[in-house]
């Protein structure tokens, strides 16, 4: 089965879609493995992107010219291509934004003050990124709510006995991240949509991570919210999506104000568009937006079930080879993970890591990942991280072990 | 030697290795022969902010009658951080025993020269430049001090 899929994707083919791929970096051929933060864009998308510049920049919905027509129409496919990537129910419950972190502040700012009071229980996880932490902390203040925090075992996988435990009557919120940034590890998010919904919690879900990897369908998890940034889908950045229940979503007020989201203004009173336009102040990155629907087209052609099963080979790889080098030590180790690999190496510090890794054409991350209560529970500063996109080879595994070697050559 | 004539003399050095790695191993070389600083003096007063690892930096004023007051620097980072060890070892060397006028307006070429640009770039964030800041400030301090 495994061979079958990998013949599936000529992986050197992939390569050539990617221009930037092909460029020395200090003198050796990049091996780019930050793709946790951001993954490369194939031509097809900057082209998305120039081709709406050079073709049919216009603002949209309310020219009456030709671009402007065409503009507003390749943007309202684009929310029609992301409602049918994630399987939602209706075009209205996807909101543009700027990014994950946009989107749950969205929630936090707009659904949090209407709906949560003073003692309300917020649920997070230990594995939270930053901005899965703060929106939420900045609510609880403002709010009077309290934000109790799911732990992790030391595998890096969340503890649901635990979860189960934190769960009551007073749970009115659950945030929780699909897939580590950090360790990788991906999340039974369907039991703990179904547990939450069991107490009347709404759940939203962090898909930062997970999007470009996993199959996703809101539906199917029954998901009230999911939060996702283009830019780690393959497609640009500054560009992401809020994914709402249309009941959930019309319950809620706008929370900017001016643009598209405004049926009426009097000094008086304005009355508000409908979904999805109430949350879309402003003129949105259209160009963006547009490109967004080529690159899941792009994803779409190579087949998510191929990625993931070339970046999944690619994990199981790395895992192999690294763990043949001495003093080196795996962070996140969960049965179910994507292809996130963190580690430390004893006696050097991550940063250094990560400087002399560049010095040798090598991408990769370092430091706490802007997860710093995770990896305070795993008593470390932070690690060395390399993430796999479609577009990695095995060649370029061997590269950061022979990088690694270097590394502990000259620091040890 | 002068604050310049100990840059041109570590260009020189760095000179002589073509490899970006080979100039990092010497940095980090340099780093191993720098002195450890006593815990007492690793508090959050001397602690350089900006750094991702933890960095500290000290000063001492010393009357020397021939030539004057002269501050000595004493610097080390947190023991696994050996680039930035390293970095605050080649600082040390051409800015310790020098006279706190000169320190303050010492122009460190040296490093943009010394080629090691990826490694700084790199290292931005890391604190560098708040490293040189410190010993700057030091260096500011003590004219006022001994003007």
Same mark, same amino acid.
């Given at each position: 089965?495994?061979?079958?899929?990998?013949?599936?994707?000529?992986?050197?083919?992939?390569?050539?879609?990617?221009?930037?791929?092909?460029?020395?970096?200090?003198?050796?051929?990049?091996? /780019?493995?930050?793709?946790?933060?951001?993954?490369?864009?194939?031509?097809?998308?900057?082209?998305?992107?120039?081709?709406? /510049?050079?073709?049919?920049?216009?603002?949209?919905?309310?020219?009456?010219?030709?671009?402007?027509?065409?503009?507003?129409?390749?943007?309202?496919?684009?929310?029609?291509?992301?409602?049918?990537?994630?399987?939602?129910?209706?075009?209205?419950?996807?909101?543009?934004?700027?990014?994950?972190?946009?989107?749950?502040?969205?929630?936090?700012?707009?659904?949090?003050?209407?709906?949560?009071?003073?003692?309300?229980?917020?649920?997070?996880?230990?594995?939270?990124?930053?901005?899965?932490?703060?929106?939420?902390?900045?609510?609880?203040?403002?709010?009077?709510?309290?934000?109790?925090?799911?732990?992790?075992?030391?595998?890096?996988?969340?503890?649901?006995?635990?979860?189960?435990?934190?769960?009551?009557?007073?749970?009115?919120?659950?945030?929780?991240?699909?897939?580590?940034?950090?360790?990788?590890?991906?999340?039974?998010?369907?039991?703990?949509?179904?547990?939450?919904?069991?107490?009347?919690?709404?759940?939203?879900?962090?898909?930062?991570?997970?999007?470009?990897?996993?199959?996703?369908?809101?539906?199917?998890?029954?998901?009230?919210?999911?939060?996702?940034?283009?830019?780690?889908?393959?497609?640009?950045?500054?560009?992401?999506?809020?994914?709402?229940?249309?009941?959930?979503?019309?319950?809620?007020?706008?929370?900017?104000?001016?643009?598209?989201?405004?049926?009426?203004?009097?000094?008086?009173?304005?009355? /508000?568009?409908?979904?999805?336009?109430?949350?879309?102040?402003?003129?949105?990155?259209?160009?963006?937006?547009?490109?967004?629907?080529?690159?899941?087209? /792009?994803?779409?052609?190579?087949?998510?079930?191929?990625?993931?099963?070339?970046?999944?080979?690619?994990?199981?790889?790395?895992?192999?080879?690294?763990?043949?080098?001495?003093?080196?030590?795996?962070?996140?180790?969960?049965?179910?993970?994507?292809?996130?690999?963190?580690?430390?190496?004893?006696?050097?510090?991550?940063?250094?890591?990560?400087?002399?890794?560049?010095?040798?054409?090598?991408?990769?991350?370092?430091?706490?990942?802007?997860?710093?209560?995770?990896?305070?529970?795993?008593?470390?500063?932070?690690?060395?991280?390399?993430?796999?996109?479609?577009?990695?080879?095995?060649?370029?595994?061997?590269?950061?072990?022979?990088?690694?070697?270097?590394?502990?050559?000259?620091?040890? | 030697?002068?604050?310049?004539?100990?840059?041109?003399?570590?260009? !020189?050095?760095?000179?002589?290795? !073509?490899?970006?790695?080979?100039?990092?191993?010497?940095?980090?070389?340099?780093?191993?022969?720098?002195?450890?600083?006593?815990?007492?003096?690793?508090?959050?007063?001397?602690?350089?902010?900006?750094?991702?690892?933890?960095?500290?930096?000290?000063?001492?004023?010393?009357?020397?009658?021939?030539?004057?007051?002269?501050?000595?620097?004493?610097?080390?980072?947190?023991?696994?951080?050996?680039?930035?060890?390293?970095?605050?070892?080649?600082?040390?060397?051409?800015?310790?025993?020098?006279?706190?006028?000169?320190?303050?307006?010492?122009?460190?070429?040296?490093?943009?020269?010394?080629?090691?640009?990826?490694?700084?770039?790199?290292?931005?964030?890391?604190?560098?430049?708040?490293?040189?800041?410190?010993?700057?400030?030091?260096?500011?301090?003590?004219?006022?001090?001994?003007?």
């Amino acid at each position: 089965m495994q061979s079958a899929i990998e013949t599936t994707l000529d992986i050197q083919q992939i390569r050539r879609d990617f221009p930037i791929l092909d460029q020395q970096v200090n003198g050796r051929p990049l091996v /780019y493995f930050d793709n946790a933060a951001t993954n490369q864009k194939p031509t097809a998308v900057i082209n998305a992107l120039t081709g709406y /510049y050079e073709g049919y920049n216009a603002n949209i919905h309310r020219g009456i010219h030709y671009l402007a027509e065409k503009a507003t129409a390749a943007f309202e496919a684009s929310r029609r291509a992301v409602q049918e990537f994630l399987n939602a129910k209706h075009w209205q419950e996807i909101i543009f934004t700027h990014g994950t972190t946009d989107s749950i502040n969205l929630v936090a700012q707009s659904y949090g003050r209407r709906f949560l009071k003073e003692g309300d229980e917020i649920i997070i996880s230990t594995m939270e990124h930053h901005s899965n932490i703060v929106p939420w902390q900045m609510l609880c203040e403002e709010k009077g709510c309290i934000l109790k925090v799911i732990p992790v075992n030391d595998a890096g996988e969340l503890i649901l006995e635990e979860y189960e435990k934190l769960l009551s009557e007073r749970t009115k919120f659950v945030s929780c991240v699909h897939v580590s940034n950090s360790l990788g590890t991906v999340n039974p998010v369907k039991t703990i949509i179904d547990k939450a919904h069991a107490v009347g919690a709404v759940v939203l879900i962090d898909g930062a991570q997970a999007s470009s990897h996993l199959d996703l369908d809101v539906q199917a998890l029954d998901a009230d919210f999911y939060a996702l940034s283009a830019h780690k889908l393959y497609g640009p950045t500054g560009m992401g999506v809020l994914y709402g229940k249309k009941e959930l979503l019309d319950s809620m007020p706008p929370y900017r104000g001016g643009g598209e989201m405004i049926k009426e203004v009097t000094f008086a009173k304005t009355t /508000y568009n409908e979904i999805p336009y109430k949350f879309e102040a402003g003129t949105p990155n259209i160009a963006d937006v547009i490109a967004v629907k080529t690159a899941l087209e /792009y994803m779409a052609g190579l087949g998510k079930e191929n990625i993931a099963a070339h970046e999944n080979d690619l994990l199981q790889y790395a895992t192999e080879q690294l763990s043949e080098l001495d003093g080196l030590r795996i962070i996140g180790q969960a049965k179910h993970k994507i292809g996130v690999i963190s580690f430390v190496l004893d006696g050097i510090h991550h940063q250094d890591t990560g400087v002399i890794l560049d010095q040798q054409g090598i991408a990769v991350r370092t430091g706490h990942h802007c997860t710093q209560p995770l990896m305070q529970r795993f008593g470390i500063a932070g690690t060395t991280r390399a993430s796999f996109a479609v577009y990695n080879t095995k060649d370029e595994v061997d590269r950061l072990v022979q990088g690694l070697r270097r590394v502990q050559k000259m620091m040890l | 030697m002068t604050i310049n004539e100990k840059q041109d003399e570590i260009i !020189e050095e760095f000179d002589l290795f !073509e490899d970006q790695l080979d100039k990092t191993q010497y940095i980090i070389d340099l780093g191993k022969k720098l002195p450890p600083m006593p815990d007492s003096k690793k508090t959050d007063e001397n602690r350089i902010m900006g750094c991702q690892s933890k960095v500290w930096v000290d000063a001492e004023l010393k009357d020397d009658d021939q030539t004057g007051a002269r501050l000595y620097f004493y610097g080390d980072s947190e023991q696994t951080a050996q680039i930035s060890k390293g970095l605050v070892g080649l600082l040390i060397r051409v800015l310790s025993g020098e006279k706190p006028e000169d320190i303050a307006n010492a122009d460190l070429y040296f490093i943009p020269r010394v080629g090691m640009g990826n490694l700084i770039t790199s290292l931005r964030a890391g604190g560098l430049a708040s490293m040189i800041e410190r010993m700057k400030a030091f260096g500011r301090a003590y004219t006022e001090k001994t003007v």
